[in-house]
T-cell receptor, first 114, second 113 residues
Framework: GAGVSQSPSNKVTEKGKDVELRCDPI?????LYWYRQSLGQGLEFLIY????????KSGLPSDRFSAERTGGSVSTLTIQRTQQEDSAVYLC????????????FGEGSRLTVL | KQEVTQIPAALSVPEGENLVLNCSFT??????LQWFRQDPGKGLTSLLL?????REQTSGRLNASLDKSSGRSTLYIAASQPGDSATYLC????????????FGKGTMLLVSP
């Protein structure tokens, strides 16, 4: 597709369940980012992938959060044993080159944990 | 730790006005600065990207300036239209080689017909 695609667009789950969020970046983009946007808060960096390099996981809030990127393209963000404070919009972005730094965002996955 | 502040938090103007949105950051050692627009329930749309070596960027009715030494950027919107109503986010990139952005909380703009 022409833009960054994320699925599901909305996810409602019960506390304690695991969820997977998917991101399909713009074709050819080497960098992929996950951010979290909570109500009333700014965007919070979670994790960054660049090519075949080890990901920068410095923003992941706890060990319940993990992400992988298969084949340098699609990425999956997994949240295990979800908590109510995990409720947020999870945004994925991709970038074409290292040094331009310009990010292109998907429309996000809204997660609600009951 | 980089902190990004956007003022005002909300702004309401009549159609046709020129307006300025402000962004300030605490660490001037930035790599770039990016302005985004976010419509309700949507993702972010990139408006303008300014590299640290640049002073301003223009796109249509939008002009963004960067004063790295004072830690400030402004987004100027000329002849505002109701379709400009959205939240505008400023984000600062810190690291060369790749850019993880630190975001402000945004300015919510409402342009009335």
């Amino acid at each position: 597709g022409a833009g960054v695609s994320q699925s599901p667009s909305n996810k409602v789950t019960e506390k304690g369940k695991d969820v997977e969020l998917r991101c399909d970046p713009i074709s050819g983009h080497t960098a992929l980012y996950w951010y979290r946007q909570s109500l009333g808060q700014g965007l919070e960096f979670l994790i960054y992938f660049q090519g075949n390099s080890a990901p920068d996981k410095s923003g992941l809030p706890s060990d319940r959060f993990s992400a992988e990127r298969t084949g340098g393209s699609v990425s999956t963000l997994t949240i295990q044993r979800t908590q109510q404070e995990d409720s947020a919009v999870y945004l994925c972005a991709s970038s074409p080159m290292i040094n331009t730094g310009e990010l292109f965002f998907g429309e996000g996955s809204r997660l609600t944990v009951l | 730790k980089q902190e990004v502040t956007q003022i005002p938090a909300a702004l309401s103007v009549p159609e046709g006005e020129n307006l300025v949105l402000n962004c300030s950051f605490t660490d001037s050692a930035i790599y770039n600065l990016q302005w985004f627009r976010q419509d309700p329930g949507k993702g972010l749309t990139s408006l303008l990207l300014i590299q640290s070596s640049q002073r301003e960027q223009t796109s249509g009715r939008l002009n963004a300036s960067l004063d790295k030494s004072s830690g400030r950027s402004t987004l100027y919107i000329a002849a505002s239209q109701p379709g400009d109503s959205a939240t505008y986010l400023c984000a600062v990139g810190q690291k060369s080689g790749y850019s993880t952005l630190t975001f402000g909380k945004g300015t919510m703009l409402l342009v009335s017909p």
